[in-house]
């Protein structure tokens, strides 16, 4: 079992930026891929960036150039840096995680965290 706690979502305007973090424990982090994904009423969840145990990234085109995902494996804890926010970027952010799953597909990913609440005025 992994637990995963997100943390440093809040309101924020437009163009501003903010760090979201997840906390891992239960298992070795480093042996994991991690993801986050978000989630905005009425829609579906979807994808934003993923890092895997090898510190490769992906990112969802809406987020490039924007955001940034990192791990760092001391601190068993991943960060998604959000820069130049976005009133369409309002949603719960979720951190997933998954030893053998990587990629965009939530079915992929066998841990998720609570989430946490991003909200962007205008």
């Known amino acids: 079992q992994v637990q995963l706690v997100e943390s440093g979502g809040g309101l924020v305007q437009a163009g501003d930026s903010l760090r979201l973090s997840c906390a891992a424990s239960?298992?070795?982090?480093?042996?994991?891929?991690m993801a986050w994904f978000r989630q905005a009423p009425g829609k579906e969840r979807e994808f934003i960036a993923a890092i895997s145990w090898s510190n490769e990234v992906t990112y969802a085109n809406s987020v490039k150039g924007r955001f940034t995902v990192s791990r760092d494996n001391a601190k068993n804890t991943v960060y998604l840096q959000m820069n130049n926010l976005r009133p369409e970027d309002t949603a719960v952010y979720y951190c997933?995680?998954?030893?053998?799953?990587?990629?965009?597909?939530?079915?992929?990913?066998?841990?998720w965290g609570q989430g946490t609440q991003v909200t962007v005025s205008s």
């Open positions: 239960g298992r070795t982090f480093s042996d994991y891929n």
């Open positions: 997933a995680a998954d030893r053998y799953g990587t990629g965009p597909r939530a079915v992929d990913y066998d841990y």
